[in-house]
C-alpha cells in the first residue's frame, strides 16, 4: 500500500511552508496568485486530499476544539472534560485533549501547534498562576478564535470567554456555615499559594478570621502541593507543630484534603470532633473515603456543558456582551466536619 501524502509532503515538494499550505486550502487572500496555483497543481497532481483538519476550505471551519487540562490524574477534570465531550458531540465537534502539566511553556508549546492543526478555538481548564506568562497570548488569540476559560478568569480579548465558581464566596459561606454550627476556634489552611484560586480562597479566610478575631498567621498556613501525597506530608508537618483544636483545617483542593484525612486517621484523631476537613471541588473520592469529605461542589460536569455551550454559539455568530460567567456551587457536608 501506498504511504499517504501528507501536508508536509506537499510543502517539501512545492518549497514553501505548512502554514503557506493551510492559506491556500482555506482560501486566504494572503498568498501570492503564483505560489497558489503552484500548490493547486501539485495537489492536483499527488490527488492531494486534505484531512479533517483542513476541511472547511471556505469557511476555515474544521469543527474541532482544543480542550487544556494541566493535569490528566487529577480527577478534577475528569467531569468538565467529560461535559464538554458530551456537549460538543451534540453539536458534532469534536475535542483534542491536550495536558500542559501545569508547565507553561508547554502549554504555549501546545496552543501554536493546535494553531498549525487549524482548530476552531480552545477552551483552557483549571486554575492560572498568578504570574501568566501566556495571559497575552492567549488574549491575542482570542482576536481571531473563541477561547473559553474554565475555572478560571481572564479579561481582555475580543472572543475571550470565562466560566467559573466564585470561590472567594463559595469559601466565606462554607466556613460561615461550619464555624456556625461546629464552633471550631481555630483555622489552618493548605494550599500552594502560586495559583490565583488558592489566592482568591486565602483572601476569603483572611477576611473571615479578621471578622471573627481568629489568627490566621503563618503558624496556620501550610504551603501544600495540590496532590494527595502533598496533602499526606503536609498533615505530618500539621500534627508535628502541635495545632490548637477543635479547629477546621480548609484545603483548597479536594485531594489535599483526602491526603489530610489518611494522615489524620492513621495518627489517631478524631476526625469531625478535634479536627474538622474541608476540601473544595467534590471529586468523585469525597464521598469513598472514610470518613467522607465535606467540601464544595463546583459541580464540574456542569462547568464543562456551559463552556461547550458558550464556545459553539460564539462560532456560529452569536455575540454575547457579557464575558464571565458564574456557575452555581453548594456546599456538601459529610463525616469529617460532623
Not at 198 to 214: H, P, Q, R, S, Y
Not at 249 to 272: P, R
Request: proline share 3%.
Amino acid at each position: 500500500m501506498a504511504e499517504t501524502y501528507t501536508i508536509y509532503d506537499l510543502a517539501r515538494d512545492c518549497g514553501v511552508s505548512v502554514a503557506t499550505i493551510s492559506r491556500v486550502i482555506n482560501g486566504s487572500d494572503n498568498v501570492s496568485a503564483k505560489t497558489r496555483e503552484k500548490v493547486q497543481q501539485a495537489m492536483k497532481a499527488h490527488n492531494y486530499t486534505p484531512n479533517i483538519f483542513a476541511r472547511g476550505m471556505n469557511k476555515m471551519a474544521t469543527s474541532i476544539i482544543a480542550v487544556f487540562i494541566s493535569d490528566i490524574a487529577n480527577p478534577f477534570f475528569a467531569d468538565i472534560v467529560k461535559g464538554i465531550e458530551e456537549t460538543c458531540r451534540k453539536y458534532e465537534y469534536r475535542i483534542i485533549l491536550c495536558i500542559t502539566n501545569n508547565d507553561m511553556e508547554q502549554e504555549r508549546k501546545e496552543l501554536e501547534l493546535m494553531m498549525q492543526k487549524q482548530v476552531d478555538g480552545f477552551i483552557i481548564c483549571g486554575s492560572r498562576p498568578l504570574h501568566d506568562t501566556n495571559a497575552g497570548y492567549l488574549q491575542e488569540l482570542s482576536e481571531k478564535m473563541p477561547v473559553i476559560m474554565v475555572n478560571s478568569r481572564l479579561d481582555g480579548g475580543k472572543k475571550l470567554y470565562s466560566v467559573l465558581v466564585d470561590e472567594k464566596k463559595a469559601t466565606e459561606e462554607a466556613l460561615s456555615t461550619l464555624f456556625a454550627k461546629q464552633h471550631y476556634k481555630h483555622l489552618y489552611l493548605f494550599g500552594d499559594d502560586v495559583w490565583q484560586t488558592t489566592k482568591d480562597k486565602t483572601e476569603a479566610a483572611e477576611e473571615f478570621c479578621a471578622k471573627l478575631g481568629i489568627p490566621l498567621n503563618k503558624e496556620h498556613r501550610f504551603h501544600c502541593p495540590h496532590t494527595l501525597e502533598g496533602g499526606l506530608t503536609t498533615a505530618r508537618a500539621f500534627l508535628q507543630s502541635k495545632p490548637q483544636t477543635p479547629a477546621l483545617i480548609f484545603c483548597v483542593s479536594d485531594q489535599i484534603a483526602i491526603g489530610v484525612l489518611k494522615t489524620l486517621s492513621e495518627s489517631g484523631i478524631h476526625i469531625g470532633k478535634d479536627i474538622g476537613v474541608l476540601g473544595f471541588s467534590d471529586i468523585s473520592l469525597c464521598q469513598l473515603v472514610t470518613p467522607a469529605l465535606t467540601t464544595v461542589n463546583q459541580r464540574m460536569k456542569n462547568l464543562g456543558e456551559q463552556a461547550a455551550n458558550l464556545f459553539v454559539s460564539q462560532t456560529n455568530g452569536i455575540v454575547l456582551e457579557e464575558k464571565v460567567f458564574y456557575s452555581d456551587y453548594e456546599l456538601i457536608e459529610r463525616e469529617s466536619t460532623v
